[in-house]
């Protein structure tokens, strides 16, 4: 099975890192969703959530402001100008 390796980090920390099966995040053009072996893309973030499923079915919310998102080979890079995980 194919699994995305995600890292969310802003600028001054590390939010969360770890295997996903499905990203979804709100771009400046839109709500994107990423799963493995999605075509690269880089795409500007929007204010919102970014909602990460982990390979174990987890559901992790982190709240992203500014910055982008980059997909490449099964690699997801959420670099947020401020970012902090959802608390629920």
């Given at each position: ?16 890192s ?71």
């Open positions: 099975m194919s699994e995305l390796e995600v890292d969310v980090v802003a600028a001054d920390h590390e939010v969360w770890g295997k996903a099966k499905l990203v979804v995040a709100r771009t400046a053009d839109g709500e994107i969703g990423v799963m493995p072996r999605h075509e690269p893309v880089l795409a500007t973030l929007a204010h919102g959530d970014v909602r990460i499923t982990t390979v174990t079915g987890e559901l992790i919310v982190a709240r992203a402001d500014g910055g982008f998102l980059s997909v490449e080979n099964d690699r997801v890079a959420v670099v947020a100008d401020e970012a902090s995980l959802a608390q629920g």
